[in-house]
């Protein structure tokens, strides 16, 4: 198989999706490790434009959807509107979790909890569940059920990883953990 056949056969999508979380994981390990002193937002970025691809996607949908009647009597196509409209949905609840990550990183105060910062996150868990029966009942399955998947397992681990080893360091002492 020659190069040019492999790379037809490449997700888009998911190469900018894995390519944005390769380069957040390995800036968020330099910046916990104190070998890069950026800002805790600009650390954040390459997560924040996966999530404008996610919106920029949905608009366009959401748009065609509006402006085209004929492609609301195919069928399947209202199943895949609510999927994409869920989906989006999953994605402002993540982003929405990562915002008060770098709000509490960066205020360092005791009065806004971590308990706060995490509820979303635990709400995108508990909605998963919903979502994941509705994905199977729909036929869709792997694909919603895989993201779903990902967001109850990794990202818990990589930012409570991220988050409260740094606090064991003196270089950040603003990173503590209690509250």
Known sequence: MNLSKRFQMVNA?????????????????LWGDGLIHWNIWTV???????KLFIIIGSVVGIGVWCHRPAYRYE??????FRAMIIS????LLLMLYEVLVCIRIESGSPRFPWTLVFSPLMFASLLSIILCLWAVKNDRGFEVCEFIHWVN??????CRSCLILPSASPNYPHLQTGG
Do not use: D, E, M, N
């Open 88 to 91: 989006t949905a999953l994605h």
């Open 75 to 80: 069928r399947g196509s209202f199943i895949q």
């Open 44 to 50: 954040f970025l390459p997560i924040w434009l996966w």
């Open 13 to 29: 999508g998911r190469f900018v999706v894995y390519s944005c979380i390769l380069v957040f994981s390995l800036l968020i390990s």
């Open 153 to 158: 397992g990794s990202i818990p681990y990589t």
